[in-house]
């Protein structure tokens, strides 16, 4: 999970990440589940694993490495 730098959800002002979702890249808010694929399609993450990728931002912020 990438952060976006200089990008932000415009639903909810949080920082955008870029994700691996089984081989596709795509670029959203896990706060608001909202995903674009590179081709511009628009979709919503399965609950599992926003949670999931909610758990990895968790750890990631114990530990110190936010980025």
Known sequence: MLGM???SCK???????EIDHRGE??????KCNRW???IGEW??????DIAAL?????TKTETGNAG
């Open 54 to 58: 909610r758990a990895l931002k968790a």
């Open 43 to 48: 979709c919503r993450l399965a609950s599992d």
């Open 11 to 17: 639903q909810c002002n949080q920082p955008l990440v």
């Open 5 to 7: 730098p200089g990008s």
């Open 25 to 30: 890249r795509l670029t959203g808010c896990p």
């Open 36 to 38: 674009q694929a590179a």
